[in-house]
């Protein structure tokens, strides 16, 4: 499996970004797909998670509310959609694959992911 992050950017306080996860490799779709975050000198945060096969989705208490995972398998892209950003939102941001036949629910992201990508960086301007 191949993960290629893009949409990060530059962004005002309040604004929004929608960034893309196009994966290859996949095959079927009993895969779970993550975004997680990490801020310089911070440790590395999950956010959100998708199934691709029933579509459910889990968000940390962070950023529930803010941010919106969706998905098109027909295009192998998994979205996360930021809004009303602030400058704690500055990050470099990955998606991450795991296989998971399964609904996701809160302990999907505590589990190993298989497969991450590059990252996409995002700054938030005072």
């Known amino acids: 499996v191949h993960l290629v992050e893009s949409g990060g950017g530059l962004v005002q306080a309040g604004g929004s970004l929608r960034l893309s996860c196009v994966g290859s490799?996949?095959?079927?779709?009993?895969?779970?797909i993550a975004w997680f975050r990490q801020a310089p000198g911070k440790e590395r945060e999950a956010l959100a998670c998708?199934?691709?096969?029933?579509?459910?989705?889990f968000y940390e208490a962070s950023v529930m509310g803010r941010f919106t995972i969706s998905k098109d398998n027909a295009k192998n892209l998994v979205y996360l959609q930021m809004n009303n950003l602030t400058p704690e939102d500055t990050a470099v941001y990955y998606c991450?694959?795991?296989?998971?036949?399964?609904?996701?629910?809160?302990?999907?992201?505590?589990?190993?992911?298989?497969?991450w990508g590059r990252g996409t960086s995002v700054t938030v301007s005072a």
């Open positions: 998708i199934s691709r096969n029933d579509g459910s989705t």
């Open positions: 490799g996949f095959g079927h779709d009993d895969w779970a």
């Open positions: 991450a694959a795991k296989w998971f036949p399964f609904a996701v629910d809160m302990g999907t992201m505590k589990q190993k992911m298989d497969w």
